[in-house]
């Protein structure tokens, strides 16, 4: 805890001390005996990484408030505390910009932890998990198990201990300070961690997974019920956004080809060709075609290309009824900045309706690749054909001329 503890400080603690001592007593370990843990893990993360006193403020106030989502669910709770933290520091005239700093550092805490290069968020992620790095380690991770088995996941303590230990291995921490001071405390528990697996007996009658895997889940109801692959799910999405950009990348590529080389056809056509067509009238028809096929071919690549914006704004009513694509910026780029968010957290607490907000933008982004490979064939077609025909009817007036 800070030596002195600020007016506004003090506010939040006392919020942050009333929300979580309403939560359900099933939470064992995301409770408050926790965040005043983690609270100060920051304050001593913040004083030795040199913090500013507001930004060490700001920290401290992210960390009182980065759990209280869990008073309503533990389900996507840092959404949840973002929306309950917001009025609290508006209410007590906190200005926006801080506001966002201290939503930041919350929405880093999401596992898997993610600061961004944020100073501030780097200091409460460290601090979120400064209990790998605990003399009490083993206590609250059996706490945490505990929690898990109370909301309705069954895990097996061997498993358990085997999963904490892969969490240990592949963590690191963001900030000098921790990497410094609670690495080797981490590097020491994990040891401690992995002796207690060894000793460990095979005997798990409850071990049936992790941690999705729910206990009163009826076996019957489960048979031939599909489980969703949520990681494959969104592999495919993201290799899907991928592909269909680099297309409209090369299609881009492509139409620029066809504006270059036209052009230049053009020019030359018109600052040499129209010149000499008085003394060899006979490469009057053969200048027009070529001229003519370069135009057209370029204005074929330019559709192609040109883009078209959207009006730019949604309703409230377009986010209720699931129908707004929110991942489009023609759908929201004249919005105002607070109904954008509240539509994406509206979104992201919702997961079919995300789902679906991903499929309609790889569909829409395939209606646009599809209009555009159609301009840009008929484009390099009539360039082909009309190129062809130009220099025959060169090769012909030429012949002819002699």
């Not at 930041?104 to 100073?119: L, S, V």
């Not at 599909?226 to 991928?242: D, K």
């Amino acid at each position: 805890m800070i030596a002195e503890e600020t007016s506004l400080l003090s506010q939040t603690r006392a919020y942050a001390e009333s929300v979580l001592g309403q939560i359900s007593p099933d939470y064992t370990y995301h409770n408050l005996s926790h965040t005043q843990a983690v609270v100060e893990f920051a304050d001593e993360i913040a004083v030795q990484e040199g913090l500013l006193d507001t930004d060490r403020e700001t920290v401290l106030i992210a960390a009182w408030l980065h759990d209280v989502g869990y008073r309503k669910s533990c389900d996507n709770h840092e959404a949840i505390g973002v929306d309950m933290a917001r009025p609290f520091l508006i209410e007590h005239s906190v200005p926006t910009d801080r506001i966002e700093q201290v939503v930041r550092c919350i929405e880093a805490t999401r596992m898997p932890q993610n600061p961004r290069g944020d100073r501030l968020a780097a200091v409460l992620c460290d601090a979120d998990m400064g209990h790998l790095a605990a003399s009490d380690f083993a206590e609250r991770s059996e706490m945490l198990r505990k929690e898990l088995k109370q909301t309705g996941v069954k895990i097996g303590k061997k498993k358990w201990l085997k999963k904490t230990a892969e969490l240990i291995e592949h963590h690191e921490y963001f900030t000098a300070y921790a990497r410094q001071t609670f690495e080797p405390r981490k590097v020491a528990n994990l040891a401690r961690l992995q002796r207690q697996i060894a000793e460990q007996k095979d005997d798990d009658k409850d071990e049936i997974g992790w941690p999705d895997e729910r206990a009163d889940v009826d076996p019957k109801a489960e048979k031939g019920k599909s489980r969703r692959p949520e990681r494959g799910v969104e592999t495919m999405f993201r290799l899907t956004s991928q592909n269909h950009f680099q297309l409209s990348a090369m299609a881009d590529t492509k139409a620029n080809i066809m504006i270059s080389i036209n052009t230049i056809v053009v020019s030359l056509v018109l600052s040499i060709l129209l010149r000499k067509l008085e003394e060899w009238p006979m490469l009057t028809l053969p200048t027009a075609l070529l001229t003519i096929t370069c135009v057209l071919a370029t204005v074929l690549a330019v559709l192609a290309t040109r883009p078209n914006v959207t009006t730019g704004r949604f309703s409230r009513a377009d986010i209720e009824n699931k129908t707004a694509n929110l991942l489009f910026f023609g759908n929201f780029h004249r919005m105002e900045l607070d109904d954008y968010e509240w539509g994406m957290r509206h979104m992201m607490n919702d997961a079919d309706f995300l789902y679906s907000s991903m499929t309609r933008d790889i569909y829409y982004l395939g209606k646009v690749l599809g209009r555009k490979y159609k301009l840009l064939r008929w484009s390099y077609t009539v360039f082909m054909v009309g190129f062809v025909l130009s220099v025959l009817a060169f090769a012909g007036a030429a012949y002819l001329s002699r």
